[in-house]
């Protein structure tokens, strides 16, 4: 993962994540995390000032990451797999640099059963706590 300033056209940072193909990534609001979701079905949640690699690895979807996202309000995060679970996570970030990120896995939230019951994209409500999900069964969730 590479951070660049796009005025002084140069990079500013260099990350390295022991991930295969990154498929997508997601800035925390304070700015100074970021999660990241790779075809290997890993998500790797970086703290940017503290260490150029990963603060934790989680390997909970076998499959594709489709899409992981913070919440704007609320302590929370997802990641979304290919393979038809979403998962929902507590993650606390505190002012303090030298405290750790909280992380805890909250809820598996699964499509349907049906043969196109996985996931393409997900994202979190801006106010709420609420999730919409879209699948290859062209049906979108809403998750409460």
């Not at 590479?2 to 002084?8: A, D, E, G, M, S």
């Not at 260490?51 to 909970?60: G, I, V």
């Not at 640099?97 to 997900?122: F, M």
Request: aromatic share 12%; glycine share 6%.
């Amino acid at each position: 993962i590479f951070i660049y300033n796009l005025q002084k056209q140069e990079m500013v940072r260099k990350f390295i994540s022991n991930l295969g193909t990154i498929t997508h990534i997601s800035i925390h609001k304070n700015g100074s995390d970021l999660i990241a979701g790779a075809k290997d079905g890993k998500v790797a949640w970086f703290q940017l000032e503290l260490s150029d690699k990963p603060f934790k690895l989680m390997d909970y979807h076998q499959d594709k990451i489709k899409s992981v996202d913070y919440h704007k309000e609320f302590p929370l995060f997802f990641s979304c797999s290919r393979n038809g679970k979403l998962l929902i996570y507590y993650g606390k970030v505190t002012e303090e640099e030298l405290t750790d990120p909280l992380i805890v896995p909250l809820k598996v939230l699964r499509a349907s059963h049906s043969k196109n019951g996985n996931y393409t994209c997900a994202c979190f409500h801006p106010k709420q706590p609420w999730v919409f999900s879209g699948g290859e069964d062209v049906i979108i969730r809403l998750w409460s």
